[in-house]
T-cell receptor
Framework: DGGITQSPKYLFRKEGQNVTLSCEQNLNHDAMYWYRQDPGQGLRLIYYSQIVNDFQKGDIAEGYSVSREKKESFPLTVTSAQKNPTAFYLC????????????FGSGTQLSVL | GNSVTQMEGPVTLSEEAFLTINCTYTATGYPSLFWYVQYPGEGLQLLLKATKADDKGSNKGFEATYRKETTSFHLEKGSVQVSDSAVYFCALVSSARQLTFGSGTQLTVLP
């Protein structure tokens, strides 16, 4: 079945630690996105990538980094510079011709120990 | 800039009740409007969309009409079910081609 797989489902970070969230898609989509979801708030765009080896900052990129070495993979690293990392992180992808129709993964809940 | 304002939740209804979730927007140009739904523990799924004024999007008994004069895109369903319990997000995309989401409205339907 085609879809987006995020892992792990739950992740814990210690102070000063970098952690990486995985996102893989087999939909053959060019564009991929990372969103952060906080309780009572909408989704906020962290980074997006429209093509392999290229990515752009979203609205809240500080403290995060990404890479797009393969079309199907778009990992997100939450660095120690992100002072409030506890949130639900959602990865999404879309076809180049239909960028507003996003397909989402099931998310990763990141918590700080 | 673009923004989406949704009615605050949570909303709790009995099964078969009528549902309205209000959504208004601010955007430049002529945005396309969307409702996404997030079931517990899952990512978001596109529920319905409308791309121009007076268009009505519909899916699974839900409807929303693009009202340019009131800049609104309210979500309605005539008879909700327990399985409709979820968080509903209103969203828009304008010329920048990136989605802007509202804050989400939690709906709980009781049997």
């Amino acid at each position: 079945d085609g879809g987006i797989t995020q892992s792990p489902k739950y992740l814990f970070r210690k102070e000063g630690q970098n952690v990486t969230l995985s996102c893989e898609q087999n939909l053959n989509h060019d564009a991929m996105y990372w969103y952060r979801q906080d309780p009572g708030q909408g989704l906020r765009l962290i980074y997006y990538s429209q093509i392999v080896n290229d990515f752009q900052k979203g609205d809240i990129a500080e403290g995060y980094s990404v890479s797009r070495e393969k079309k199907e993979s778009f990992p997100l690293t939450v660095t120690s510079a992100q002072k409030n990392p506890t949130a639900f992180y959602l990865c999404a992808s879309s076809d180049t011709g239909s960028r507003e129709k996003l397909f989402f993964g099931s998310g990763t809940q990141l918590s700080v120990l | 800039g673009n923004s989406v304002t949704q009615m605050e939740g949570p909303v709790t209804l009995s099964e078969e009740a009528f549902l309205t979730i209000n959504c208004t927007y601010t955007a430049t140009g002529y945005p396309s409007l969307f409702w996404y739904v997030q079931y517990p523990g899952e990512g978001l799924q596109l529920l319905l969309k409308a791309t121009k004024a007076d268009d009505k999007g519909s899916n699974k008994g839900f409807e929303a009409t693009y009202r340019k004069e009131t800049t609104s895109f309210h979500l309605e369903k005539g008879s909700v079910q327990v399985s409709d319990s979820a968080v509903y997000f209103c969203a828009l995309v304008s010329s920048a081609r990136q989605l802007t989401f509202g804050s989400g409205t939690q709906l709980t339907v009781l049997p």
